[in-house]
Each structure stands twice: as structure tokens, then as C-alpha cells.
T-cell receptor
């Protein structure tokens, strides 16, 4: 079992562009959560998807949106990128919304 | 307001010394608390959850509701314990709220 997989590993974008990050959950997991981790900070919760719906959302603007597919994989979309969006984006999956989360390696997003 | 506070950014100890990584939280309900660890070049992984009350790799953590703390302890540190440690609070209806993390450095 490969665990949680995220793609791409690294991404470089410029201000104003849009980006899509992808996540495949661990086998048997149906819930996906996304986090943003800025340098020197702990991960910050963006949102969680369960049963293909956004279940909960952290304090992030509408520029951040997501989707969950029937196979439980998920995408994170960020529009109108800002320099401050540069961070490591982590995906975590769990067997249900309130179960322990397993993390992927993350996608390092750099905005120029 | 900071919901999970890890006051130490860096904790340096010698091999064999006791370790205590501090974590304080702010939550009005019944909290569910976790410790996550990230070793060098590895992904973030769950170390402990308070409801399981188990010892993993010699680490234990007790929830103290009176002091709103969930400190991580190990009686004798090993060099392989060197890593970044995050305390996290699971708030009902959301995912995890993380502290800023503490880097533990164990030297011989």
C-alpha cells in the first residue's frame, strides 16, 4: 500500500495564475483533508471532503476550492495565486471524518 | 487566538537524558489530542493519540484537563528521536489544529 500519494511534488507558478493539486487517499480511506504549511509553521487546515462534499472549511478565502471524486481522490484548486500562497500543501486521508489522519509527502508550491 | 501552543521552537538534549515536549491547548469541549512526528525527509506521521493511552517508541503523553496540557515525555532520549514534533487538537466537526512544532535534537 503506497499510502497517501500527492502530485506533483513541486510546482512553480506566477502571481495571478491558477493551480490544481491532486491527492489519492490511502487504500480503504474515504475522507480527504487538505492543509497548508508555510515555512516554520504547523499545518493549517484548509478543508475536508467526505462523500464528495466539502464537509468543513478552515479560514481560507474562496480562491481555495476543492473536489472529491467517486474513487475518493481529491483535488485542491487555487485561483489568482498570490506570493503568500507559497507553501507546502499536505493532503491527509482517514477512514471517516473523525478518524486518525495519514499524511502524504505534500506538494511544494512556489509563486514567483 | 492560538488554540495549540508549543512554547519551545527547539529542544536540545543529550542521549539518555529525559525529554519533555510541551503542549498547551485552548478548547472548551472535550478535546481529542494527538502528537505527530516528522523525521528528516519523511512524511508527517501519527505518534500518539490521547484516547489510546499507549506508549509508542518509549514516548507517552497524558492529557491534563486542569492545566489544559498534553506534554510528550520520554525518560531516555535516543539519537533517532531527533525530529520535528507537532501537537494537534481535533475539534469536533473539523480536522486537525496544529501547533507550530518543536524541533527535538538529541546529541551524543
Amino acid at each position: 500500500d503506497a499510502g497517501v500519494t500527492q502530485s506533483p511534488t513541486h510546482l512553480i507558478k506566477t502571481r495571478g495564475q491558477q493551480v490544481t493539486l491532486r491527492c489519492s487517499p490511502k487504500s480503504g480511506h474515504d475522507t480527504v483533508s487538505w492543509y497548508q504549511q508555510a515555512l516554520g509553521q504547523g499545518p493549517q487546515f484548509i478543508f475536508q471532503y467526505y462523500e464528495e462534499e466539502e464537509r468543513q472549511r478552515g479560514n481560507f478565502p474562496d480562491r481555495f476550492s476543492g473536489h472529491q471524486f467517486p474513487n475518493y481522490s481529491s483535488e485542491l484548486n487555487v485561483n489568482a495565486l498570490l506570493l503568500g500562497d507559497s507553501a507546502l500543501y499536505l493532503c491527509a486521508s482517514s477512514r471517516g471524518p473523525n478518524q486518525p489522519q495519514h499524511f502524504g509527502d505534500g506538494t511544494r508550491l512556489s509563486i514567483l | 487566538a492560538q488554540r495549540v501552543t508549543q512554547p519551545e521552537k527547539l529542544l536540545s538534549v543529550f542521549k539518555g537524558a529525559p525529554v519533555e515536549l510541551k503542549c498547551n491547548y485552548s478548547y472548551s469541549g472535550s478535546p481529542e489530542l494527538f502528537w505527530y512526528v516528522q523525521y528528516s525527509r519523511q512524511r508527517l506521521q501519527l505518534l500518539l493519540r490521547h484516547i489510546s493511552r499507549e506508549s509508542i517508541k518509549g514516548f507517552t503523553a497524558d492529557l491534563n484537563k486542569g492545566e489544559t496540557s498534553f506534554h510528550l515525555k520520554k525518560p531516555f532520549a535516543q539519537e533517532e528521536d531527533s525530529a520535528m514534533y507537532y501537537c494537534a487538537l481535533h475539534e469536533a466537526g473539523t480536522a486537525l489544529i496544529f501547533g507550530k512544532g518543536t524541533t527535538l535534537s538529541v546529541s551524543s
